[in-house]
């Protein structure tokens, strides 16, 4: 069975500072993994997709994230957060490329400090 | 316009009631899917419906019932509803492995 796991419910960072939020993942199956942002009192966005083509993932917003078959991880950054990055950030996997039901971490809720 | 519509948008309501949720993808998508996020805000599972046929039914209460009248449309009926419903229901839809997310729809049940 797959599983997400996201360490740490809640990050805060300042202005600025790098963002690193955390996601280690279990999957009998090679996994193709997600990372959505849920800003306040709305539906999930895709920020990135890993399907197998790279490790290191280029998304929208100045986000990447890098998957680490020997750490199971697939951890998103970004260099410098903005106040508009405050938000709720899942990770998910799925295990197949033609859809299917997407297993989501817990969610990391993201706080930025002026 | 909107790719994932679902309305209502909020809901409130008494235990005992049946209540339906909408949905509704301009997107051309074949497979739609119900989502439930509690209040710790995990998401899980609910169904997944493709070409209006069911591929995915997880552990979920024979109350909630959804329907697929055509690919584009993805209802949920939740019959004797319960306090522990309480909860944001999304829609989504996909082709591929990505899947595109409705605004959701909050449940309350009183």
């Known amino acids: 069975a797959q599983s997400v796991t996201q360490l740490g419910s809640h990050v805060s960072v300042s202005e600025g500072a790098l963002v690193l939020l955390r996601c280690n993942y279990s999957?009998?199956?090679?996994?193709?993994l997600f990372w959505y942002v849920q800003y306040p009192n709305q539906g999930l966005q895709l920020l990135l997709k890993?399907?197998?083509?790279?490790?290191l993932v280029k998304g929208i917003n100045g986000f990447e994230a890098e998957f680490k078959k020997s750490e199971t991880s697939f951890h998103l950054t970004k260099p410098s957060a903005h106040m508009s990055d405050a938000a709720e950030y899942f990770c998910a996997v799925s295990e197949n490329n033609q859809g299917g039901k997407l297993i989501f971490g817990q969610g990391t809720e993201l706080s930025v400090k002026p | 316009d909107t790719a994932v519509s679902q309305t209502p948008k909020y809901l409130v309501t008494q235990m005992g009631n049946d209540k339906s949720i909408k949905c509704e993808q301009n997107l051309g998508h074949d497979t739609m899917y119900w989502y439930k996020q509690d209040s710790k805000k995990f998401l899980k599972i609910m169904f997944s419906?493709?070409?209006?046929?069911?591929?995915i039914n997880e552990t979920v209460p024979n109350r909630f019932s959804p329907k697929s009248p055509d690919k584009a449309h993805l209802n949920l009926h939740i019959n004797s509803l319960e306090l522990g419903d309480s909860a944001v229901y999304f829609c989504?839809?996909?082709?591929?492995?990505?899947?595109?997310f409705g605004a959701g729809t909050r449940l309350s049940v009183l």
């Open positions: 999957s009998s199956v090679p996994p193709y």
């Open positions: 419906y493709n070409n209006k046929e069911l591929i």
């Open positions: 890993y399907t197998s083509a790279a490790t």
């Open positions: 989504a839809s996909s082709r591929g492995n990505i899947q595109y």
